[in-house]
């Protein structure tokens, strides 16, 4: 069984410590959504709590760029 959750909750993502590849991310610049352990290494995902970066707009964050 294959289960997709999308969520913007800290709580949820912290949920998932221990298994941060099993994270996709959309961050506004891409189309597809990018496994979380392809953006960052797994050093500077495990100084934070993942809902904590989040938070902090570490991933997940909207497009900077200008619409067209």
């Known amino acids: 069984i294959r289960v997709v959750?999308?969520?913007h909750s800290p709580v949820v993502?912290?949920?998932?410590?221990d298994d941060p590849d099993q994270i996709f991310v959309m961050d506004g610049?891409?189309?597809q959504p990018q496994c979380l352990t392809d953006?960052?290494?797994d050093d500077v995902l495990a100084q934070s709590?993942?809902?904590t970066l989040y938070d902090?707009?570490?991933f997940g964050a909207p497009s900077t760029e200008s619409p067209t």
């Open 5 to 7: 959750l999308t969520t």
């Open 13 to 17: 993502l912290d949920a998932f410590a």
């Open 29 to 31: 610049s891409t189309v």
């Open 39 to 41: 953006l960052h290494d």
């Open 49 to 51: 709590r993942l809902g």
């Open 56 to 58: 902090r707009l570490f």
